[in-house]
C-alpha cells in the first residue's frame, strides 16, 4: 500500500486528486498538510489520513511514498524542493512553477536523486486524446499542418487573481494545458510565440482572455484561446476543444463533449458522463511510483519546463509586441 500526501489545498483541484487517490486499492491518503489548519483539518476529516501543522513533520515522519503539491503557484518549488530533499516522489499541480529557473532547477534536483517528478496535465489521460495520439503515429492525418485548441473557463477569484500567488492570469493558468498537449500529440517542441493578452471579463490585475499562436520546430501552426470567458451558466468549469487539420485527415475534437441535453416543461438539463481524467492521471502516477520514473502518458518535470517556456514567452511577446523566438527543447515527452 502506498503511503500518499497532499501538500495543500490551495488549489481546487487537491479534492479531486484526495478522492482519486481514496479511490485507487494500492494506496492510502496517509497524511495532509496545509497551513490553513481549518481547511487541512477538514480536509483531513473529508478524505481521512492525519493532518500534519507542520510540513517538515509530515515530510520526515509520515512515511510517504509521493506527495501531491496542490499549494498556490508560487510556492510550488519551494514545496517540491522540500519533498525532494525528503526523497519522496511528487505530482506537482501546474504550473510547474511560475519561474523558469526555478522549474529548471526542480527538474535538475529531482533527476539527481531520483526523485520521479510529475506535472498534473490530466487531459493528457482522456480517451479522445489517446484515440488522437494513436491515429497521428499511425500516420492517419499524413502531415498535420495546423491545430486550433480552447481552454476556456470560469473566471476564479482569490490567489488565482493575484499575480504574485499565481504568476499571472488566465494565460499561465490556461496555456499549460494546450502547450503540452501539443507537444506530446505532435512531439515538437515550440520554436516562436506571438500572443496578445487583455482584460475584457472583470476587473482584475490579470489577464483573462487572448490569443496565443505558436510556430513548431516541425512547421505546424498552432493557436490557442485559454480565456477565463465561460458564463456562470456553463455547465462544466471550462471547456477543451482541438481543431487538428492533416494533408489526409481532419478533426474537431470536444473532451468534455460526453454528454445528453434533456427538455421538458420549459426547462434545459444537461447530464454529463465525462472521463475522470483526473482518476486515470492518479492512478498512472501511483502505479508508476514502483519505477522510480514518469513513462507516459505522464507529464514529466520536463514536460512541465517546456510548457511554462511557452507560457513566458507569451507574455514576453504580448509586452514586446512581436514573435520571440523559444530555445529548441531536448526531447518531446
Known amino acids: 500500500m502506498k503511503r500518499i500526501g497532499i501538500v495543500s489545498f490551495a488549489h481546487m483541484h487537491a479534492h479531486s486528486y484526495a478522492a482519486a487517490v ?3 486499492p494500492e494506496a492510502q491518503l496517509a497524511a495532509i498538510w496545509d497551513e490553513e489548519e481549518t481547511r487541512g ?26 506527495v501531491i503539491v496542490c499549494s498556490e503557484n508560487a510556492r510550488h518549488c519551494e514545496h517540491v524542493m522540500a519533498a525532494a530533499r525528503a526523497g519522496i516522489h511528487v505530482l506537482c499541480e501546474k504550473p510547474l512553477a511560475t519561474d523558469i529557473r526555478q522549474a529548471e532547477e526542480m527538474v535538475r534536483y529531482c533527476a539527481e536523486r531520483g526523485i520521479a517528478l510529475s506535472v498534473a496535465y ?18 492517419a492525418f499524413g502531415d498535420i499542418v495546423a491545430v486550433h485548441g480552447t481552454n ?29 498537449i501539443y507537444r506530446y500529440l505532435l512531439a515538437a517542441e515550440a520554436k516562436r510565440v506571438y500572443a496578445e493578452l487583455d482584460t475584457a471579463f472583470g476587473d482584475t490585475d490579470v489577464e483573462d482572455c487572448g490569443i496565443v499562436m505558436i510556430e513548431f ?25 482541438l481543431e487538428i487539420v492533416g494533408t489526409r485527415l481532419s478533426a474537431t475534437l470536444d473532451v468534455m463533449k460526453q454528454s445528453s441535453v434533456l427538455y421538458g416543461s420549459g426547462a434545459v ?34 514536460a512541465g519546463l517546456q510548457s511554462l517556456k511557452i507560457v513566458k514567452a507569451a507574455y514576453r511577446s504580448n509586452a514586446e509586441s512581436r514573435y520571440c523566438e523559444m530555445e529548441a527543447g ?3 515527452g
Open 152 to 180: 476556456r473557463g470560469k473566471k476564479p477569484g482569490g490567489w488565482f487573481i493575484d499575480a504574485k500567488l499565481s504568476g499571472g492570469g488566465a494565460a499561465i493558468d490556461h496555456i499549460v494545458h494546450l502547450a503540452d
Open 41 to 66: 483539518r477538514e480536509a483531513a476529516r473529508q478524505y481521512g489520513g492525519t493532518y500534519y501543522r507542520c510540513l517538515e513533520d509530515m515530510l520526515l515522519s509520515a512515511q510517504l511514498e509521493a
Open 122 to 139: 490530466p487531459v493528457r489521460h482522456a480517451y479522445t486524446i489517446r484515440k488522437l495520439k494513436e491515429m497521428i503515429e499511425e500516420g
Open 330 to 332: 531536448v526531447r518531446h
Open 269 to 302: 438539463e444537461w447530464k454529463l458522463w465525462l472521463d475522470d481524467v483526473d482518476q486515470a492521471m492518479i492512478d498512472a502516477f501511483i502505479g508508476c511510483l514502483s519505477q522510480g520514473a514518469v513513462p507516459l502518458p505522464m507529464a514529466d518535470g520536463h
Open 217 to 241: 520546430d516541425n512547421g505546424v501552426l498552432a493557436t490557442i484561446d485559454p480565456s477565463w470567458s465561460r458564463p456562470d451558466a456553463f455547465p462544466t468549469w471550462g471547456d477543451f476543444t
Open 22 to 24: 481514496a479511490r485507487n
